[in-house]
């Protein structure tokens, strides 16, 4: 059985700030990490692999050179190979020409798979958008939001838990398809030393568009059907008033007095 | 045109089964297109033998003015065993109608469902011009497979030039299966939207976790697609004395076209109860709660309020709270009356989900925690001290009221 599991490199959000001044992104000094459904869905794949050894397992990213770290990972995890997809003219992907483009490369390298897992979104540009778009562009059928999955006994199909807007749903699908992973383990697996001396030992290909033969004006920028024309900081509410709660009786009772200015109670 | 390459047709008859339009017919062997294709491409990316395919190009000014008018996914829900329109499809008409009125254009509304359909006058009512009633057994339960079918089919014939759906869990699953099959442009999670001196839809979302907002626009295709934000926008009083029309739209679905079986479903809520979404008053409980068992207490504040509990991420990732109660960029987005937020330091991603609140009080130890930039009343301290004292003191103040 073969697994792709696409990835994606991420800042770390909360290292993100704004400059007041000029209202852009500092992003100097913002570490960079595996966005964490991605490691979800890699988990996903470890836990099949694990009941199925001879599953080969492949991480698969687009983007900048040092998104290589981000496979690294996947590496020190367990991935078997990985590849990277980077070459300025993917810059300025929209979802679309992102989707169209891991299709793409998919289709003329990996084509042999059986399932792909993905993360159900990324944590910058939170539009879960790559995951159904590349489904849809590879024909694949898919699951969503998944929390957990499980292949069948005849390994032609997956059994999927998956989350709903009132609760969950087991799904099945036949395989080739591709599910998005929502939840995974609530440890993040530490690697070993051992564990980075064997991932240095893995293949780790990287691509450019001409290696994937690829027309220029679909990639990138010129690819993408949505344009940004604008960006700017959002607008802040004022700040109200900050109480002391070191004194509890105190502070509730002026948060009663609040409640019954503003007629909740 | 749809092009069919014959020496990779193998005759599976696959397009012939999936075809909205029956528009493929199998003839010895090998699939044949006939005159009433709409190119609308669901057959395209289901041939196992890539024999199918569809020349697209980036549309001129003068095709891009042959698309006119604006269709909103009527998403429902199940209630009282009736298929309804969900609150956010009135949020979307409210929005719809000023961009409609702007243009001076037609806004429909495109529901799919079985014979359960119900309350379709009421969306007239709140804006619409149109009501497509797209009604087929294979329609009673959604599946982004079957509806995406129907909508492409939809599209290929309405040629509107705006498409909105709510960015709900499956708004935002079914809305980029669409874009990627018609090849359109999407925009997620809009929280903002109007119209440019060109007549274009400008779809502004946050970004980077909430940290920036852009506005993006589709400039080659049509219709211009996004998802957007339930609980951002309000709904809008209905009107009874609106005028429009319901009408049907023939459905062609095949069982073939549904990939996707569902063996179980476990609904975690009963149908009474409100969801997070839906709720006026919201206590929401972070990291700060350091328990499991202090939830309890949490439920017990949001119960003497009249109002449900929520949770952050954090939560959801402790397994202490199901998905369907998580507020923020990952979960749901929320816009209630009152929001108490209780141990939850207001991350960006978290903030981006509450920012609709119309009055937020925030219980957090760290005076410099970003909940307290939103917060109408912020009181910095231990939140597992504050919460019982405030408890006893509004049951109080319920039985003080009563006797008012």
């Known amino acids: ?265 | 045109m749809l092009k069919i390459d014959t020496d990779r047709c193998t005759g599976c008859g696959i397009c012939e089964k999936i075809c909205p339009f029956t528009a493929i017919v199998v003839v010895d062997k090998v699939a044949r297109v006939q005159a009433n294709c709409t190119l609308c491409g669901a057959c395209v990316s289901r041939c196992p033998t890539a024999a199918l395919s569809i020349e697209r190009r980036r549309a001129s000014e003068e095709e891009l003015r042959s698309f006119s008018g604006m269709v909103i996914w009527g998403e429902c829900e199940e209630k009282a065993g009736r298929l309804v329109p969900k609150k956010v499809v009135r949020e979307l008409i409210s929005q719809g109608r000023r961009l409609s009125d702007k243009l001076d254009q037609q806004l429909s509304v495109v529901v799919l469902g079985d014979g359960r359909l119900m309350e379709l006058d009421t969306l007239i009512a709140c804006g619409a011009d149109r009501v497509v009633r797209c009604r087929h057994p294979l329609l009673g339960r959604f599946t982004s497979e079957g509806f995406t079918c129907v909508l492409s089919a939809l599209i290929s014939q309405a040629k509107p030039s705006m498409f909105l759906f709510g960015a709900t869990p499956h708004g935002r699953e079914l809305a980029p299966k669409l874009a990627a099959l018609l090849q359109l442009g999407l925009t997620a999670d809009c929280t903002g939207l109007d119209i440019d001196e060109k007549g274009q839809l400008v779809q502004t979302r946050p970004a980077f976790g909430g940290n920036i907002m852009a506005s993006i626009i589709s400039p080659y295709t049509r219709p211009q697609m996004a998802t957007v934000r339930p609980n951002v926008f309000s709904a809008g009083e209905p009107d009874s004395s609106r005028k429009g029309k319901i009408e049907d739209f023939d459905v062609t679905l095949s069982p073939a076209s549904i990939r996707t079986k569902t063996v179980s479903v476990e609904k975690l809520a009963d149908e009474g109860n409100i969801g997070i979404e839906d709720a006026d008053i919201i206590v929401a409980a972070g990291r700060g709660c350091q328990k499991k068992e202090n939830l309890t207490l949490i439920q017990e504040l949001a119960d003497a309020l009249g109002g449900v509990m929520a949770g952050s991420r954090a939560l959801v990732e402790l397994d202490w709270i199901p998905h369907t109660k998580q507020v923020g960029q990952s979960g749901l987005t929320v816009g209630p009356q009152l929001y108490i937020a209780v141990g939850i330091s207001g991350a960006v991603q978290h903030l981006v989900g509450m920012r609709s609140a119309k009055t937020v009080i925030a219980i957090n130890k760290d005076p410099d925690a970003p909940i307290f930039k939103v917060a109408d009343l912020g009181i910095v301290g231990d939140a597992m001290e504050i919460v019982p004292l405030l408890i006893k003191k509004l049951k109080k103040e319920r039985i003080h009221g009563r006797k008012k």
Not at chain 1, 2 to 17: M, R, Y
Not at chain 1, 34 to 44: D, K, Q, R, S, V
């Open chain 1, 1 to 265: 059985m073969k697994i792709l599991v696409c990835i994606k490199q991420v800042p770390e959000i909360t290292d993100v700030t704004i400059n007041p001044e000029t209202g852009t992104l500092m992003r100097e000094g913002v570490s960079s990490i595996l966005n964490p459904f991605c490691e979800y869905a890699m988990e996903a794949a470890l836990g099949l692999k694990r009941q199925r050894h001879d599953t080969e397992l492949v991480a698969i990213s687009m983007g900048p050179p040092q998104a290589g770290s981000a496979l690294m990972r996947c590496l020190e995890m367990g991935a078997d190979r990985a590849a990277l997809l980077s070459d300025a003219q993917f810059a300025g992907s929209d979802t679309w020409a992102t989707a169209l483009t891991l299709a793409e490369a998919i289709k003329r390298l990996e084509g042999d798979f059986d399932l792909i897992l993905v993360g159900k979104q990324a944590i910058d540009g939170d539009t879960a958008q790559v995951g159904p778009e590349l489904a849809e562009i590879l024909g694949l059928p898919g699951i969503m939001y998944a929390v957990d999955i499980e292949l069948g006994p005849d390994r032609k199909r997956v059994r999927v838990k998956r989350e709903v807007e009132n609760g969950y749903e087991v799904v099945e699908i036949r395989l080739p398809g591709l599910v998005s992973m929502s939840k995974g383990p609530l440890m993040r697996s530490v690697s070993s030393f051992q564990d980075i001396l064997d991932a240095r030992k893995k293949e780790l290909r990287v691509l450019s568009a001409s290696d994937l033969e690829l027309d220029q004006d679909k990639l990138g920028l010129l690819g993408s059907l949505t344009q940004v024309v604008e960006i700017f900081p959002p607008r802040v509410k004022s700040r109200g008033e900050l109480i002391d709660g070191s004194d509890a009786e105190a502070a509730t009772e002026k948060a009663i007095t609040f409640l019954r200015e503003r007629r909740f109670i």
